[in-house]
């Protein structure tokens, strides 16, 4: 069992940056796959960024790559995403994900676990 806590979240202009992090409590953190989605107002949730339990493998969404970078530090339990060059489209509330599986995956339901979300606005 994962429980998971995302903090990080607010507002910023276009442009700015912003680091996102998920706490996950338990002993299976470090065998986990871990993933950030989003979702915007009236849309579906959405695949942003994926790291396999090491740390080593990662994949992004077309939108993000470039700006976004997940990483994950083992040792504290943390899951991260770096953004830069925030948009306006990037306004969602953002989505800490843990997988059964210890790869990485850009699938929505290989994640079992999900944090409570972190509400990021960007303004133009």
């Known amino acids: 069992q994962v429980q998971l806590t995302e903090s990080g979240g607010g507002s910023v202009q276009a442009g ?8 996950a409590s338990g002993r299976t953190f470090n065998n ?3 993933a950030w989605f989003r979702q915007a107002p009236g849309l579906e949730r959405e695949f942003v960024a994926a ?9 992004y969404a077309d939108s993000v790559k ?3 970078t997940i990483s994950r530090d083992n040792a504290k339990n943390t899951l991260y995403l770096q953004m830069k060059s925030l948009e306006p489209e990037d306004t969602a509330v953002y989505y800490c994900a843990g997988s059964m599986k210890r790869a990485s995956s850009t699938y ?3 994640y079992v676990y999900w944090g409570q979300g972190t509400r990021v606005t960007v303004s133009s």
Do not use: K
């Not at 700015?16 to 706490?23: G, H």
């Open 16 to 23: 700015d940056s912003a680091r996102l992090s998920c706490t």
């Open 32 to 34: 986990t796959g871990m």
């Open 108 to 110: 929505r339901n290989d």
């Open 66 to 68: 470039g700006r976004f």
């Open 51 to 59: 790291i396999d339990y090491r740390g080593g493998v990662s994949y």
